[in-house]
């Protein structure tokens, strides 16, 4: 959706704390099946090290993953304070719930995606889960994302598409009655076309030798980039849609 698209720079990154709380009654209930996916696809490719979440809203899939492997180092950046504090109070009850007096090794990072707050190579896998089309500077914030993950290791992105019937998303929901129809409507306004991020375009943007591979579900995209072992060399492209200068707000841990 080209409207989409253009207006995207003008829309707020951070969700508000109102809406924060909504999205997570919405995460909690609609959602939860499509994070227990993602984890179990992040814990059958890796046993140990670092993973980072961006964009981590109320953290389900950081607890999803803990459940799932607690050697797993984990952390989870996001921009909006309210969100930070729901996946803290969430994160905490995991902890008294389901640890067993083990910590779930999840750390949260008030941030931006556009300048993250790690050192180059930080994390063995780094991956965002719908919040991809808030992002001001997709390809920016792409870059970033891979900054930050370690040498032969990955980046996955996942977003809700755009290009198919409201119905699709609708029926892909855990969600009953009247509240799964307008679940459906509502994510086909908040995604991206797959059509904008084919691989090789993708792919010129980013530093060479990285590889890109998208997959196209029935109501999700996934892009998924591997970082060379070492330094390729080669100029990596510019952009078109680069924005240049990005403001980013300063990143605070959360204790």
């Not at 227990?36 to 950081?62: K, N």
């Not at 994160?91 to 995606?113: D, F, Y």
């Not at 998208?214 to 492209?237: F, I």
Request: positive net charge.
């Amino acid at each position: 959706m080209k409207w989409l698209r253009k207006i995207r720079p003008y829309l707020p990154q951070e969700i508000p704390g109102p809406m924060a709380v909504l999205y997570e009654k919405v995460a909690t209930g609609a959602l939860c099946g499509f994070y227990r996916q993602v984890a179990s696809e992040v814990t059958s490719s890796l046993t140990r090290g670092r993973v980072l979440d961006v964009g981590t809203g109320p953290g389900h899939l950081l607890i999803e993953i803990a459940r799932l492997n607690r050697d797993l180092e984990l952390v989870g950046v996001d921009l909006s304070w309210k969100m930070l504090q729901i996946a803290e109070s969430l994160i905490r009850q995991e902890t008294n719930t389901h640890a067993h007096g083990k910590g779930t090794g999840i750390c949260l990072v008030r941030g931006e995606v556009h300048n993250l707050l790690f050192p180059d190579g930080a994390f063995d896998l780094v991956v965002s889960t719908l919040s991809f089309h808030h992002w001001h500077n997709p390809m920016r914030g792409i870059q970033e994302c891979l900054r930050v993950t370690a040498p032969g290791g990955q980046c996955w992105i996942y977003d809700l598409r755009t290009d198919v019937p409201a119905r699709t998303h609708a029926e892909s929901v855990t969600a009953k009655g009247l509240g799964r129809w307008a679940l459906g409507w509502i994510f086909k306004y908040h995604g991206v076309d797959p059509k904008d991020y084919r691989a090789r375009s993708v792919a010129q943007c980013l530093d060479a030798g990285t590889t890109v591979e998208v997959e196209v579900h029935p109501t999700y995209l996934k892009l998924k980039m591997e970082k060379p072992l070492s330094k390729v060399r080669g100029k990596t492209a510019r952009c078109k849609n680069e924005l240049v200068g990005s403001m980013a707000p300063s990143e605070e841990t959360i204790s």
